[in-house]
């Protein structure tokens, strides 16, 4: 017997905001196994601190098993650490200004959910993390795209963006932002130019979202205060995770800004509170005073790991390519030269067994194929050294 066909599709129930989302693509352009991968912002698995993290976790588990692995809301020992590491960076925090998501990847996420209707403009950076933005981009934001340059954002060309929107009647709904360690670019905003952005926010009414995974891990110079530190009127909300200083796999962040922002972001998580017996095992091993020497240990690895790249790159690279010394994170962003398209060096690198992340991965608007990022936190050093000497070699390859 025939079976029976029916002009429906299961597709057709998608909601549109789900019919119109584009699976991701990247990888699909390798054409060999890749053995040394620059693209991924992995953290070395080589400094989790285990041992740390099993006592923490024996000790929860003996003394506080009925509260951390039954139904609840996080350690109340945990929003006090967190508060106090907010403190000792100037910024003002309490329970009513914190929430604690499932690493800051969720709570980017759901800001869509608080501020975005379809249309609406969001300001965002290029290059930029479009991990976050390409949230905003499925919330159907209109994005506009500042510049970033060796001292991050341009916040020039923002004044100038924000006095034209304002002529239109247009008010973005909040400015996104990497000040420090930028991701992709690894650049750091300085002082004045954060002055300056945390005045037009305030001047515009504008929101800025500060996205800063990467700043306690500084390789050199002084620390910048936060934007959050900079603001007095509430124009800021600080994003900030343990991903980068304890695990990933932890999956713990944290936003701290205007409670009226913070209470909306709570009713969108609709799964609840984080894990429970996480949150309890985290809080214990902060407790200890135990992390911040474990930042200082991934702070000298990750510097000889990017010290070592640049090494290798000034060796390896033909001298037309530029690659900015970052001030701490884990990534170096290369310019390459007007005749070599990103794109097409990664599908040329692929075939040596070695990617990396094309400029194009990191814009919202269809730039970036005159850059690439390679992300050093992840390999070992042979590999760091091994992969950046194959991809010196189709370089000069590509300039016979």
């Known amino acids: 017997m025939a079976p029976t066909t029916h002009a429906h599709q299961i597709t057709d129930l998608f909601a549109e905001r789900a019919r119109n989302l584009t699976p991701p693509t990247y990888g699909t352009e390798l054409t060999k196994i890749v053995t040394v991968s620059f693209a991924y912002g992995l953290a070395d698995p080589i400094l989790f601190p285990h041992t740390d993290l099993a006592v923490a976790s024996a000790a929860v588990?003996?003394?506080e098993a009925p509260i951390?692995?039954?139904?609840?809301?996080?350690?109340?020992?945990?929003?006090?650490?967190?508060i106090l590491r907010l403190q000792a960076k100037g910024i003002t925090a309490d329970r009513d200004r914190l929430i604690?998501?499932?690493?800051?990847?969720?709570?980017?996420?759901?800001?869509?959910?608080?501020?975005?209707?379809?249309?609406?403009?969001?300001?965002?950076?290029?290059?930029?993390?479009?991990g976050a933005v390409g949230r905003f981009i499925n919330a159907g934001a209109h994005l506009i795209t500042i510049p970033v340059d060796e001292l991050g954002m341009d916040v020039d060309a923002l004044e100038v963006t924000l006095s034209n929107l304002k002529k239109q009647?247009?008010?973005?709904?909040?400015?996104?932002?990497?000040?420090?360690?930028?991701?992709?670019?690894?650049?750091?905003?300085?002082?004045?130019r954060?002055?300056?952005?945390?005045?037009?926010?305030?001047?515009?009414?504008?929101?800025?979202?500060?996205?800063?995974?990467?700043?306690?891990?500084?390789?050199?110079?002084?620390?910048?205060?936060?934007?959050?530190?900079?603001?007095?009127?509430?124009?800021?909300?600080?994003?900030?995770?343990?991903?980068?200083?304890?695990?990933?796999?932890?999956?713990?962040g944290w936003a701290c800004g205007d409670p009226a922002i913070i209470e909306r972001l709570a009713m969108f998580k609709s799964e609840g509170p984080v894990g429970p017996f996480v949150?309890?095992?985290?809080?214990?091993?902060?407790?200890?005073?135990?992390?911040?020497?474990?930042?200082?240990?991934?702070?000298?690895?990750?510097?000889?790991?990017?010290?070592?790249?640049?090494?290798?790159?000034?060796?390896?690279?033909?001298s037309d390519v530029v690659a900015l010394r970052p001030g701490g994170g884990f990534y170096v962003w290369c310019k390459l030269p007007p005749h070599i398209s990103a794109k097409a060096l990664?599908?040329?690198?692929?075939?040596?067994?070695?990617?990396?992340?094309?400029?194009?991965?990191?814009y919202a608007n269809g730039q970036?194929?005159?850059?690439?990022?390679?992300?050093?936190?992840?390999?070992?050093?042979?590999?760091?050294?091994?992969?950046?000497?194959t991809l010196g070699t189709v370089l000069r390859e590509w300039q016979r």
């Open 61 to 63: 588990l003996a003394e």
């Open 68 to 82: 951390a692995l039954n139904y609840g809301p996080p350690s109340d020992q945990l929003y006090e650490q967190i």
């Open 100 to 130: 604690i998501g499932y690493g800051s990847g969720q709570i980017l996420g759901l800001l869509p959910d608080v501020f975005i209707e379809p249309g609406n403009v969001v300001i965002v950076e290029g290059p930029t993390y479009l």
């Open 169 to 192: 009647g247009i008010r973005p709904r909040f400015i996104y932002t990497i000040p420090t360690f930028h991701n992709p670019t690894g650049t750091t905003m300085p002082l004045f």
């Open 194 to 252: 954060r002055q300056k952005l945390v005045a037009l926010a305030a001047e515009y009414g504008v929101l800025i979202v500060e996205d800063d995974a990467y700043s306690d891990l500084r390789f050199q110079g002084e620390a910048i205060p936060p934007l959050a530190t900079l603001d007095k009127e509430g124009w800021v909300l600080y994003v900030n995770t343990f991903s980068k200083i304890i695990a990933p796999g932890i999956r713990l």
């Open 279 to 318: 949150s309890h095992m985290v809080a214990r091993y902060c407790a200890t005073g135990k992390l911040d020497y474990h930042i200082q240990e991934l702070i000298a690895c990750y510097k000889h790991k990017c010290n070592l790249l640049l090494e290798a790159i000034a060796h390896e690279f033909p």
């Open 346 to 362: 990664l599908i040329a690198a692929s075939e040596h067994g070695v990617s990396f992340l094309p400029g194009t991965r990191c």
């Open 368 to 389: 970036g194929d005159d850059a690439m990022r390679l992300a050093f936190s992840f390999q070992t050093t042979k590999k760091i050294v091994e992969g950046i000497a």
